[in-house]
């Protein structure tokens, strides 16, 4: 544990002082915070959203604004805490005008996330939404991956990592349930499958 505590402040410190990221001279002029993540370091699920939105960046907190109420409302109605979940992002620092990150500060801040699943081990990880779900499927299963959240969102998807096996169920990115209540059925549903994983105690 001492060692897992150790490797993610080594991962803060170098992603605060993270000079060659695009985002980073807006974070100084912002005087904003970049958000690594948070939970359970023994966790079983690791959620992978996209980036921080402004109340992230405020707090340095991920989902902690209007996307992180809904993730609360939907971990809570699969009976999973929040604390037992480790919660993170793609991209660590919040793109101006919570526009879409670019394929550049993808791949600047993409190296951490993976770090970060090492330190982990999670046994299911869910990416929330299409970039998250794009660069670990690209990342871990298959270069060529085409598909879209909407064909794989609730779907487990067996891969190798280097500590073992782990499951991939990508997730709709629960900021589309925000004015969109069948969107957010659809999610609880999705949900429903990290529940009955757990319930069976990781024997999918
Ligand atoms: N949206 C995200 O993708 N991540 C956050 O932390 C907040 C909103």
């Known amino acids: 544990m001492e060692e897992k505590v150790e490797k993610m402040k080594a ?6 002082n993270l000079t060659a990221s695009p985002l980073y001279n807006e974070r100084i002029k912002n005087e904003v915070h970049p958000v690594v993540g948070e ?3 023994e966790a079983d699920i690791m959620m992978v959203g996209e980036a921080p939105g ?27 805490e929040r604390e037992d979940v480790y919660i993170t992002n793609i991209v660590k620092d919040r793109p101006p005008m919570n526009r ?6 993808i791949n600047i801040y993409a190296p951490f996330l993976d770090r970060q699943i090492d330190i982990i081990k999670p046994r299911i ?12 499927f690209y990342r871990y299963v298959d270069e060529s991956f085409k598909m879209t959240i909407s064909e794989v969102r609730g779907r487990k998807f ?3 990592f280097s500590y073992g096996e782990v499951f991939i169920v990508p997730l709709y990115h629960p900021a589309v349930a925000i004015y969109n209540s069948s969107r957010k059925d659809e999610l609880k ?10 319930k069976e105690k990781l024997s999918y």
């Open 11 to 16: 991962i803060t410190e170098e992603v605060v």
């Open 39 to 41: 939970g359970s370091y």
């Open 54 to 80: 402004k109340n992230e960046s405020l707090t340095g907190r991920p989902f902690c604004g209007s996307a992180g109420k809904i993730l609360d409302e939907l971990l809570k109605h699969v009976d999973i």
């Open 100 to 105: 879409d990150p670019s394929a550049d500060e």
């Open 125 to 136: 990880l869910a990416p929330l939404g299409r970039h998250a779900m794009r660069y670990i």
């Open 158 to 160: 067996k891969a190798k």
């Open 189 to 198: 549903k999705d949900f429903e499958v990290l529940r009955s994983m757990i």
